[in-house]
């Protein structure tokens, strides 16, 4: 427990404990015999936090070791779906989806912060839930901008898939409108954003191959993925890769992101290296 309780502490303060009210860098630690946790009293404002405060796994009554357990297996290439976890860390299904769900939520608000800059070249994927049953009628398909950014040598530094709303794409035809709504959100360079559509998308030779790879990944594990929920699962797909990219391990990335460790663009990706 003991080490659990130093790894989580590690991923939440990893230049050391800092007060979430006044930024001051010491602390009490105050334990117990009823206590699970150690609470944290800072020497100068006297606020007390916790390792779960503020993070992912705040409110929480499921124990550190289930939820290193949880992170564990999504950072798996194959990853895992609620079910599986329920069986694997002995919850129920509820738990397990909502520990799955606090993840990925986690997992969105660091990419949220993480822009593709410098060069960027960008497509559109169709992604097409798997249908499970001949008598069930065709799913719905849902665009899906695929995007990489390079450095200066062309070497792929960071990737992103969103997927467009319905007004943004009626008739199968991406209007200006999505295409500025993906920029303003998603891109901060100065450099044109090179958008390929159609036969130019498929001979690409990287954004076809990873979007398939995402789709096929959607519907092996989790039999298809509906609208609400795709975008936070390319999220969770997409951080591991860029931590493949990156050298990083992907277990201590996305427990960085559930304690809030957040980069503030891709070039400084490298930084969540000194948890990992």
Same mark, same amino acid.
């Given at each position: 427990?003991?080490?659990?309780?130093?790894?989580?502490?590690?991923?939440?303060?990893?230049?050391?404990?800092?007060?979430?009210?006044?930024?001051?860098?010491?602390?009490?630690?105050?334990?117990?015999?009823?206590?699970?946790?150690?609470?944290? /009293?800072?020497?100068?404002?006297?606020? /007390?936090?916790?390792?779960?405060?503020?993070?992912?796994?705040?409110?929480?009554?499921?124990?550190?070791?289930?939820?290193?357990?949880?992170?564990?297996?999504?950072?798996?290439?194959?990853?895992?779906?609620?079910?599986?976890?329920?069986?694997?860390?002995?919850?129920?299904?509820?738990?397990?989806?909502?520990?799955?769900?606090?993840?990925?939520?986690?997992?969105?608000?660091?990419?949220?912060?993480?822009?593709?800059?410098?060069?960027?070249?960008?497509?559109?994927?169709?992604?097409?839930?798997?249908?499970?049953?001949?008598?069930?009628?065709?799913?719905?398909?849902?665009?899906?901008?695929?995007?990489?950014?390079?450095?200066?040598?062309?070497?792929?530094?960071?990737?992103?898939?969103?997927?467009?709303?319905?007004?943004?794409?009626?008739?199968?035809?991406?209007?200006?409108?999505?295409?500025?709504?993906?920029?303003?959100?998603?891109?901060?360079?100065?450099?044109?954003?090179?958008?390929?559509?159609?036969?130019?998308?498929?001979?690409?030779?990287?954004?076809?191959?990873?979007?398939?790879?995402?789709?096929?990944?959607?519907?092996?594990?989790?039999?298809?993925?509906?609208?609400?929920?795709?975008?936070?699962?390319?999220?969770?797909?997409?951080?591991?890769?860029?931590?493949?990219?990156?050298?990083?391990?992907?277990?201590?990335?996305?427990?960085?992101?559930?304690?809030?460790?957040?980069?503030?663009?891709?070039?400084?990706?490298?930084?969540?290296?000194?948890?990992?």
């Amino acid at each position: 427990m003991d080490e659990l309780i130093a790894f989580f502490y590690r991923m939440k303060w990893p230049h050391g404990f800092r007060c979430p009210r006044c930024q001051h860098p010491h602390a009490y630690t105050i334990v117990g015999s009823r206590r699970s946790l150690p609470l944290y /009293q800072c020497l100068a404002c006297r606020h /007390q936090t916790s390792l779960r405060a503020g993070t992912a796994l705040e409110k929480s009554r499921t124990p550190l070791s289930k939820w290193a357990a949880a992170i564990q297996a999504m950072s798996l290439e194959h990853s895992v779906n609620a079910v599986q976890l329920m069986e694997e860390i002995q919850v129920t299904y509820k738990t397990a989806w909502s520990m799955l769900r606090k993840l990925r939520q986690a997992i969105h608000a660091m990419d949220e912060r993480q822009p593709l800059t410098n060069k960027v070249e960008a497509g559109v994927g169709y992604y097409e839930a798997r249908r499970l049953r001949c008598f069930i009628a065709h799913p719905r398909i849902y665009p899906v901008i695929v995007g990489l950014a390079y450095n200066d040598n062309h070497e792929t530094i960071y990737m992103k898939m969103k997927p467009i709303k319905p007004e943004h794409y009626p008739d199968f035809i991406l209007r200006y409108p999505g295409e500025e709504a993906f920029r303003n959100r998603h891109v901060r360079t100065d450099r044109p954003v090179k958008i390929l559509r159609n036969i130019p998308f498929c001979k690409h030779d990287l954004l076809p191959v990873l979007f398939k790879q995402a789709v096929h990944w959607l519907n092996r594990v989790f039999h298809g993925v509906s609208r609400r929920y795709l975008e936070s699962y390319l999220d969770e797909f997409c951080l591991r890769r860029n931590a493949k990219l990156h050298r990083l391990d992907p277990f201590e990335t996305i427990a960085a992101c559930s304690m809030n460790i957040v980069c503030k663009n891709p070039a400084q990706f490298d930084s969540l290296s000194s948890v990992a």
